[in-house]
């Protein structure tokens, strides 16, 4: 495959939305593989913001050094109430042309999708993607970069909070980001070992759940831990735990919320790699003239998904899995 496309001279990359581990791999990817094809770098701060007013700079290859191991974005990421309008997108399109920027990678989740496929429809720039964003709720790809991270800060404070529960004969609940989608809750139930999982795509009951708890307490189960999503219809973990402590005494009931802690930390070896993989490959996507898409992996092989098919599908979450967390927590 040609990689060479010679209208494409610099190639623009930015971070939006949420933050999430691995996003800094995905930017030294994006830059090496950039420098590799002979293409200059170009890197824009704070996400659309920084796009609306000019915020950039040239990166080299050596720009990206000793930044794959960090969290967060050295890019800085921001929410841009601009990028909403079609002025600021304009203003944009304009910064763009007059860097002679040719075209824009952008990582980060489907709000950051939307805007780039306005930013394509209404101005014609060429636009890639990558997914970025701990939820893993991108269709287009089996795993977007920081969830795996993400689910490993959660099995490690699972293990932590196992062992102080098991000391007092606690029932803990445990809040995990997730507020559309259960993939964290559900990955990290399953890898750390948990009594019942609660997500936005299969809510139980409060009677089915103290149900399962009961039959914890006959197995002689010395503490249980309930993961809870925190878009779930039934309510927060606090809400939760209060309904099944008034009718569930067998354990001292207790809530935790990991909240941000989620969000950072070192990334993993996965999405180490995957970011990797992607960032190469958004920038090849590129270079073959293709625009309007997002870079995922499916099945171990890099997917290449349209804008427009990854934001109006929703990824589907196994349920198989919850089947398989009922056997584990016998
Ligand atoms: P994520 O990319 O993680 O889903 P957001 O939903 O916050 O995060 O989207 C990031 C940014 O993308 C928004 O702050 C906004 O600037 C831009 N954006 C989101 N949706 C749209 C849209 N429909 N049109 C234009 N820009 C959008």
């Known amino acids: 495959m040609l990689y060479e496309n010679p209208n494409i001279r610099k190639i623009a990359v930015l971070t939006s939305g949420g933050d999430a581990p691995g996003m800094n791999a995905a930017i030294r990817a994006v830059v090496r593989a950039t420098n590799f094809y002979g293409k200059e770098s170009i890197a824009v701060y704070r996400g659309y913001d920084g796009l609306i007013e000019g915020d950039f700079e040239t990166l080299t290859a050596r720009s990206v050094s000793n930044i794959i191991q960090r969290g967060g974005t050295i890019l800085k990421t921001a929410r841009c109430k601009g990028f909403f309008h079609a002025e600021g997108r304009a203003k944009a399109a304009e910064n763009l042309r007059a860097h002679d920027i040719d075209a824009l990678i952008v990582i980060g989740g489907d709000g950051t999708f939307r805007g780039a496929t306005a930013l394509y429809e209404e101005h014609g720039i060429c636009v890639a993607g990558i997914p970025g964003t701990i939820d893993n709720d991108l269709a287009g790809t089996d795993y977007t970069i920081g969830y795996d991270t993400a689910c490993n800060t959660v099995i490690t404070a699972i293990d932590a909070i196992r062992d102080t529960a098991s000391s007092h004969h606690r029932l803990f609940f445990i809040e995990v980001m997730g507020r559309d989608a259960g993939f964290i809750a559900l990955r990290a139930a399953i890898a750390g070992g948990v009594e019942a999982v609660l997500i936005p795509e299969h809510m139980i009951t409060t009677d089915e759940l103290i149900k399962k708890l009961e039959t914890g307490a006959k197995n002689k189960k010395s503490s249980s831990l309930v993961i809870v999503a925190e878009g779930g219809k039934s309510g927060n973990a606090m809400e939760i735990a209060q309904k099944v402590d008034e009718q569930f005494s067998y354990y001292d009931t207790k809530v935790t919320v990991l909240g941000h802690v989620q ?15 992607m960032g190469v490959g958004a920038v090849e996507a590129i270079l073959s003239s293709k ?40």
């Open 263 to 277: 969000r950072g930390g070192t990334p993993s070896c996965l999405d180490r790699e995957i970011a990797g993989r």
């Open 291 to 330: 625009t309007g898409v997002m870079v995922g992996i499916i099945n171990n092989e890099i997917a290449i998904t349209s804008f427009a098919e990854v934001v109006k599908t929703k990824k589907s979450i196994s349920l198989e899995m919850f089947r398989i967390n009922e056997i584990l927590a016998v």
